[in-house]
């Protein structure tokens, strides 16, 4: 089936050639420029490290990535106890409202901060001013804002990881010793590679996160590169800077994909007897549960709603905005659909690779993934910025797509990969030994087992696609704007209600697709 002129190899060889041009050139190139020689790079590079103003970049990088991390473990480990021990009821819904908040984009949060500090806010009419000034705009602020948007990735990992733990070890410490004693010395311990991954995943994703340190006023590597770039278009400048951000990240992802292992495509439980419900723990994990929700999704809401709501009718500022919200479905739609087409191949080739060869994948699409946006958006300009062919694509909406498949082509695979997986490769051997095609297969076996995947996978898509930032920003073309394009530029000139009334659009967007989905997972559930 693998052979020279056979379907599989010429589909799944065309895919990974595509991979390579969406998804690898980008970064590889913005490395390669940052560290070939050039007259006076290596002296500019050496002069960046010893500024000052450099290395209080790199420190609140690291402080605003470690904070989040630990944040994002603190909220999100107890949650994927709950969800994996503890029997509560309607669990696939309640998976969904705790996942959400991942799913919207940060800088929404950020509004709804600021919003919440303002000066009609609650921080200042509770403590005054002074704590607006100290709290809102602030390094802390932007934690908290991007550790209640990234505690769903712990959680989940730990939701996982805890499901693969064999039952029989908990079943023998729980003879012997109380819950709370076994989940801090048997549970934990096993679940603690995975939980640590997730770590390393949010520090990365929070140093790479453009819009809220934008809007909080912190600055970090990711604005600065952001500003040389954009705004002083010094495209060398912006490559030196973005180069020990894109190292960094690098680093942290890749020990974060070797830590996860096989447990990135694994979700189904570890062999032996099933782990045990704490069902004395069901009351707690409710009200935990709640006040999550309650405190990373339904307040930011409600609070935007209330500042809409201060303005004028929302009528004419849709209006105002109808071109960005229109190119924003579009290409949402368009991005996700080009996404999962080219990911479910990437995802069947990781599913039916070796072991080794495997693992390799799992780093390389961690890595990809996390790599932060500015650095992907100045890597696709360097790249097809220049004459000829490819200069006829820079310049237009095709940009923005190839920045939607760069960012999220790697974990559409990695998730379309954990649904093959399930499906046992002798089913397809079965077929081949009855004489059908790979092709007619992959069409009647393997894409009907693996629908609810595909599914879930474009939804995912379309979702990140239409709060994507900090890549689009850079690579749209003059003239055009997607939603989120439109609401970061007009923050500071536009009454906050118009603001607040566009992020609420953009939000209500993004949660339908996210509720139908919900619907489904809940119905199947249920079954």
Wanted: proline residues 6%; contains cysteine.
């Amino acid at each position: 089936m693998w052979g020279r002129g056979s379907s599989r190899t010429l589909v799944i060889g065309t895919a990974l050639a595509a991979f390579v041009v969406v998804c690898l050139l980008p970064p590889m190139y913005m490395l390669v420029l940052s560290v070939a020689p050039a007259a006076g790079r290596q002296s500019a590079f050496a002069a960046l490290l010893l500024d000052t103003r450099q290395r209080e970049l790199l420190a609140n990088s690291a402080l605003l990535g470690a904070g989040t991390a630990i944040l994002a473990t603190i909220v999100g480990v107890p949650l994927g106890l709950a969800l994996a021990r503890i029997p509560l009821r309607r669990k696939a819904v309640l998976r969904l409202a705790l996942v959400a908040p991942v799913l919207l984009p940060p800088y929404v949060a950020g509004l709804a901060w600021i919003y919440l500090g303002g000066s009609r806010g609650l921080i200042a009419a509770v403590a005054g001013r002074d704590l607006l000034s100290d709290w809102t705009y602030s390094l802390p602020g932007a934690v908290i804002v991007l550790g209640l948007a990234l505690y769903p990735l712990s959680m989940l990992a730990t939701e996982v990881a805890m499901r693969r733990i064999d039952g029989r070890l908990e079943e023998a410490a729980l003879l012997v010793a109380a819950p709370g004693r076994t989940l801090r010395r048997i549970t934990l311990p096993l679940a603690a590679p995975s939980i640590l991954a997730a770590a390393l995943v949010v520090f990365v994703l929070a140093i790479s996160e453009l819009g809220v340190p934008g809007l909080l006023r912190v600055r970090v590597y990711t604005t600065e590169v952001f500003t040389a770039f954009a705004a002083l278009y010094d495209f060398g400048r912006a490559t030196l800077l973005a180069l020990p951000l894109l190292l960094l990240s690098i680093a942290a992802a890749v020990v974060a994909g070797a830590l996860g292992g096989e447990r990135l495509l694994a979700s189904r439980r570890g062999a032996g007897v099933p782990p045990l419900p704490f069902e004395a723990w069901r009351r707690p994990a409710g009200a935990a549960v709640s006040l999550v929700v309650a405190v990373a999704l339904l307040i930011p809401l409600a609070v935007l709603g209330r500042e809409a709501l201060g303005g004028p009718s929302t009528r004419d500022v849709l209006a105002g905005s109808r071109d960005a919200i229109r190119n924003s479905l579009v290409l949402a739609a368009t991005g996700a659909t080009a996404i999962t087409a080219l990911a479910v191949w990437i995802g069947y080739a990781r599913a039916r690779s070796r072991p080794r060869v495997g693992r390799s994948m799992d780093v390389l699409l961690v890595v990809l993934f996390a790599l932060p946006s500015t650095v992907v958006g100045v890597g696709l300009i360097g790249l097809w910025n220049r004459p000829g062919p490819l200069g006829a694509v820079y310049g237009t909406n095709v940009m923005i797509l190839l920045a939607y498949l760069a960012r999220l082509v790697p974990v559409a695979a990695l998730a379309l990969a954990a649904s093959v997986r399930l499906i046992p490769a002798s089913q397809e051997e079965a077929a081949a030994v009855s004489g059908a095609g790979w092709l007619r297969t992959m069409m009647h076996i393997v894409f009907p087992q693996i629908r609810h995947g595909l599914a879930a996978a474009w939804v995912v898509a379309f979702i990140l696609a239409f709060g994507e930032l900090g890549a689009t920003i850079l690579v749209a073309p003059a003239g055009e704007a997607t939603l989120p394009i439109r609401i970061y530029t007009i923050i500071a000139n536009t009454p906050s209600s118009h603001v607040a009334a566009l992020a609420l659009l953009q939000t209500a967007v993004i949660l339908v697709p996210l509720a139908a989905l919900g619907l489904t997972l809940s119905a199947r559930e249920n079954s």
